[in-house]
């Protein structure tokens, strides 16, 4: 299949570019290298990659260069990755969260459906589930309301593609993802955000008294589910969780950080953030059965492998 990977130069996407192409597949790049953080981190994401992808930097919120790339590009399938994405930076731009995420998603949309494509897959998030009490989180539960902008922004998302699934044929698979992190995940998340200061003898900002519990899921694993989504032929819309089925507290976090550097935390210890939520827990079942989704990195395996890259990194950046 020749793929279109949106957001390909980023953290989870270049990963999936690179699975792809070892499957044997053809590869397209769609980024815009905006500057939420230093674009020429980008740019080191794809070494390896230029001489065996075609990259495109367009803004998706630019419709007509949508439909241009894909007057001019044939594509068998999309990897809807790119978006704006955090909880907290969503309450301080929701505009551009939603020119983004939204509108950027239905122009890709609408020119796949103008193409003829009739494979998509959306990246979606556990942020979706908002303050929903029941645990695991199941994606059968009834959401009813989203408390940030870039979840509203997503669940948005999924509706729009159940919604063109259902008038186009289109199969549309949407993947809810839990806290990714691994090698070459973003400076602003915590996992690569702790590790910096906590190496550096900075103080980390911790929200809260450190009782909130993520879904961590290394990269490895979500690279696998996404590409058992590609040759899904299930229902023409569906949704999946792609998690580790497994929470840790955030001062659990800390403190397997501590351990992976070698240093204590200097913690500065600050109110809950709005739009943060207290939990999340992914029910994989549905994914384990219809996608064949096994998860197999567990923190304790999968923060040493995160450390060993990031201590590389530092190496040469020395």
């Known amino acids: 299949m020749r793929?279109?990977?949106?957001?390909?130069?980023?953290?989870?996407?270049?990963?999936?570019?690179?699975?792809?192409?070892?499957?044997?597949?053809?590869?397209?790049?769609?980024?815009?290298?905006?500057?939420?953080?230093?674009?020429?981190?980008?740019?080191?994401?794809?070494?390896?990659?230029?001489?065996?992808?075609?990259?495109?930097?367009?803004?998706?919120?630019?419709?007509?260069?949508?439909?241009?790339?894909?007057?001019?590009?044939?594509?068998?399938?999309?990897?809807?990755?790119?978006?704006?994405?955090?909880?907290?930076?969503?309450?301080?731009?929701?505009?551009?969260?939603?020119?983004?995420?939204?509108?950027?998603?239905?122009?890709?949309?609408?020119a796949a459906r103008a193409r003829g494509i009739e494979r998509f897959i959306f990246a979606s998030s556990?942020?979706?589930?908002?303050?929903?009490?029941?645990?695991?989180?199941?994606?059968?539960?009834?959401?009813?309301?989203?408390?940030?902008?870039?979840?509203?922004?997503?669940?948005?998302?999924?509706f729009l593609c159940s919604t063109y699934s259902h008038l186009y044929q289109m199969r549309i698979v949407a993947l809810r993802f839990f806290t990714v992190y691994g090698?070459?995940?973003?400076?602003?998340?915590a996992i690569h955000q702790f590790t910096r200061r906590i190496s550096t003898g900075e103080p980390i900002d911790q929200f809260g008294d450190g009782s909130t519990r993520r879904d961590y899921t290394y990269i490895d694993d979500i690279i696998q589910g996404v590409s058992a989504a590609l040759t899904y032929e299930g229902q023409l819309f569906d949704i999946f969780n792609l998690g580790e089925n497994e929470t840790v507290q955030l001062r659990d976090l800390i403190a397997a950080i501590e351990l992976a550097v070698g240093r204590k935390a200097k913690i500065n210890q600050l109110p809950?953030?709005?739009?943060?939520?207290?939990?999340?827990?992914?029910?994989?079942?549905?994914?384990?059965?219809?996608?064949g989704y096994k998860p197999t990195t567990k923190l304790a395996e999968g923060l040493p492998r995160f450390f060993a890259w990031y201590r590389e990194g530092d190496k040469m950046s020395a």
């Open 126 to 158: 556990s942020s979706v589930y908002g303050l929903l009490e029941q645990v695991p989180f199941s994606e059968e539960a009834h959401l009813t309301q989203t408390i940030s902008p870039y979840a509203a922004t997503k669940i948005a998302g999924e």
């Open 3 to 110: 793929i279109l990977v949106t957001g390909g130069a980023g953290f989870i996407g270049s990963h999936l570019a690179e699975r792809l192409l070892r499957d044997g597949h053809e590869v397209a790049i769609l980024d815009d290298f905006n500057d939420f953080y230093d674009p020429a981190i980008k740019h080191r994401n794809l070494r390896g990659l230029t001489d065996h992808v075609s990259v495109h930097r367009i803004d998706l919120r630019d419709s007509q260069s949508v439909r241009s790339l894909f007057h001019h590009e044939k594509f068998d399938t999309i990897a809807h990755l790119a978006a704006r994405a955090g909880v907290r930076p969503s309450i301080r731009q929701p505009q551009l969260y939603y020119d983004t995420n939204v509108l950027g998603t239905l122009h890709l949309l609408e």
């Open 272 to 291: 809950e953030q709005p739009g943060d939520v207290p939990l999340t827990c992914a029910d994989i079942s549905k994914a384990r059965r219809l996608l």
């Open 183 to 189: 090698p070459r995940q973003r400076p602003d998340l």
